[in-house]
Nanobody, 126 residues
């Protein structure tokens, strides 16, 4: 069973940066499309970024394009989300997730991701 554990969240001022990590265990991440999602209080979980199995392809939500960068290190079985230029509206619990669907499916719905971490809180103050 694939298990995911996020870390790196915290409190940061607007304009600051954070780097989230997601460590996998139980199975190799290299065969999974992986993504980051976030959920703010009272809102639905939303897509943030996704990366292909090799790391060669990424997609981002419009709201984070140009500010966030997702990467992966399959040798370390770890995902990353570098977040720059943070805004108060980025405040949420951030989750990493893994999907067995192929990257070309273009399905970034949370329902497409079978494995989830427990989440890490990111709070951006104004």
């Amino acid at each position: 069973q694939l298990q995911l554990v996020e870390s790196g969240g915290g409190l940061v001022q607007a304009g600051g940066s954070l780097r989230l990590s997601c460590a996998a265990s139980g199975r190799s991440l290299s065969t999974y499309v992986t993504g980051w999602f976030r959920q703010a209080p009272g809102k639905e979980r939303e897509f943030v970024a996704v990366i292909s199995q090799s790391g060669g392809n990424t997609r981002y939500a419009d709201s984070v394009t140009g500010r966030f960068t997702m990467s992966r290190d399959n040798a370390k079985n770890t995902l990353y989300l570098q977040m720059n230029g943070l805004k108060p509206e980025d405040t949420a619990v951030y989750y990493c997730a893994a999907s067995a669907l192929p990257f070309y499916s273009g399905n970034w719905s949370p329902r497409a991701f079978a494995y989830w971490g427990q989440g890490t809180q990111v709070t951006v103050s104004s």
